[in-house]
């Protein structure tokens, strides 16, 4: 049996408890919602953002991009040497960054 979505305000308080640091903002859209915040990576860190909204409340085709996370910083590099990957996997074109 499939378990029932968290709510908007159930998300935002588990991100609170288990990222901290990631502060949460009002999204683009109708009940969505926008984290910012750093990652540690191996070599660095990253900032983030990580957008998510509740699937009863958006369009259809929006909830199937939940959630969008974008590497704010530092700016990501195209590798057009890479063989077995794109230049830049998973990314999205079409959107503005926060």
């Known amino acids: 049996m499939a378990r029932k979505p968290k709510s908007l305000m159930a998300q935002i308080k588990t991100m609170a408890l288990r990222w901290p640091n990631f502060k949460p903002e009002l ?3 109708p009940q969505t919602v926008v984290w910012c915040g750093q990652l540690a990576g191996l070599e660095r860190a990253f900032t983030l ?9 958006v369009s ?18 195209l ?19 926060y």
């Open 27 to 29: 999204g683009r859209y």
């Open 60 to 77: 259809s085709l929006l909830c199937r991009k939940m959630p969008v996370v974008r590497v704010l910083f530092p700016r990501l590099v």
């Open 79 to 97: 590798n057009f040497a890479a063989e077995e990957e794109a230049p830049l996997p998973h990314v999205y074109f079409e959107d503005p960054d």
């Open 49 to 57: 953002s990580i957008e998510y909204g509740s699937p009863l409340a």
